[in-house]
């Protein structure tokens, strides 16, 4: 499991990002509150690595260092009472090395359909919050995270066939992605490999890709060709939902 020697949340009514994880502040544990949640949902991931990913097997990222970008389709949800149906999220991340080193950095984008409780909701999920330690990838990567920007609330457009292994998403004026097979270099014909993750903590299958991403405001760069991760996402603040 990745651990990291901070907790960020993303605060939805200051519109600035709180850091909790300074020396004597609170931690996961004091963050996390009885709230019990739910999140049945697609996801499309394009991060630098090469096609296998080594992270993926818990080895050093291709490069030594780590970007990525997320965008997932709620399709049932909840959190508490408060019902995410329907909604959507993007995710743009840097760390300077391997993830499990920390250091990292975060923009969060969420539906501007979503209104103020559900906004509350995916911020404090998304921020690992009402998640058992190490039980999700959100508790675990914000736990890597040093610096996360002022959460932005947007339209998201958001395509995804996963069986396809095809995907699109497009943020005005932050995100333009998009997820494609990876084909064979010989016969030009489409490659199809997956991952069968046993005791993770985000999918426990992904069909794999290659994605094209270029991002912009607080956190910009361009990827091209790299790691393209297409899955079901079913999880609650305890982990995967078998």
Known sequence: MLAGP???????????????????????????????????????ANCNCSYGCPCQFNG???????????????????????????LKVAGIFRWPGPIHEGKGEAAVVVDERANAAQRDALLRILSGQDTEPGATIFNVFASTLEKVHEPIFSKIDFDVDIDGRRARLKVPGVIETRGEPILNPVTGKEH????????????????????????????????????GQFCHVNLSQSGIVA
């Open 60 to 86: 050093l990222p291709t490069y030594g260092n780590c970007r990525a970008v997320v965008g997932i389709q709620i399709d049932t949800g909840h959190h508490g009472e408060t019902r995410l149906d329907g």
């Open 192 to 227: 199809r490999v997956r991952i069968d993750m046993v005791g993770g903590f985000e999918y426990t299958l992904a069909e794999i890709g290659r994605g094209w991403s270029k991002t912009s405001g607080p956190l910009a760069y361009e990827l091209a060709d790299s790691y």
């Open 6 to 44: 901070r907790m960020v949340s993303f605060a939805a009514g200051s519109g600035i990002a709180e850091d909790i994880g300074t020396a004597g502040a609170r931690s996961t544990e004091a963050t996390m509150t009885d709230v019990k949640w739910t999140i049945k949902a697609r996801e499309f």
